[in-house]
């Protein structure tokens, strides 16, 4: 039998991965019930942050911008549309272009969303230098990891 101690490497809580994935499912676990409100689920509301950011982005802006195949965003934005959220239009230059609208029900949603992001950095208890520091690090991992190729 291996002894416990010979490999630190393999612990789990030694593990970088573990600590973003652990931290991922408490950030998401803390967003359910504020968006369970709004009758949304994360995906959604990402998608509706791009949209009131602004309004007509392509479904590949979309998907880059959220590190997400557009293939894996179709049902998310079938679901808004079919709530009334969101419309979806084709380029009229380019046919294989389609855009995303916010209906006016979609636009007034954003008031009600409002007070999402501050009961979330609330719930952070980081002072805003703290919290700002550890978003860039994390885009900073985010796009060391990306620049990687496949193995």
């Known amino acids: 039998m291996a002894d416990n101690n010979s490999n630190k490497a393999l612990r789990l809580d030694n593990q970088l991965c573990f600590a973003l994935y652990s931290t991922s499912l408490a ?4 967003y359910k019930p504020l968006l369970s409100k709004l009758d949304l689920t994360y995906p959604q509301y990402l998608i509706l942050l791009l949209l009131w950011e602004r309004d007509g982005v392509t479904i590949t802006e979309i998907s880059r911008k959220l590190f997400q195949e557009k293939g894996a965003l179709s049902p998310v934005i079938k679901r808004l549309e079919q709530r009334g959220l969101i419309t979806r239009k084709r380029n009229i230059d380019d046919e294989r272009q389609l855009h995303l ?4 029900q979609g636009r007034q949603l954003e ?3 409002c007070d999402v992001p501050e009961q979330v950095f609330c719930a ?3 002072e805003p230098d703290e919290a700002l520091a550890l ?9 060391q990891l990306q620049d990687k190729p496949d193995h």
């Open 124 to 126: 952070t208890q980081l």
């Open 111 to 113: 008031q009600s969303a």
């Open 27 to 30: 950030m998401n676990k803390l």
């Open 101 to 104: 609208y916010l209906t006016e």
């Open 135 to 143: 978003k860039h690090t994390l885009e900073s991992l985010r796009a």
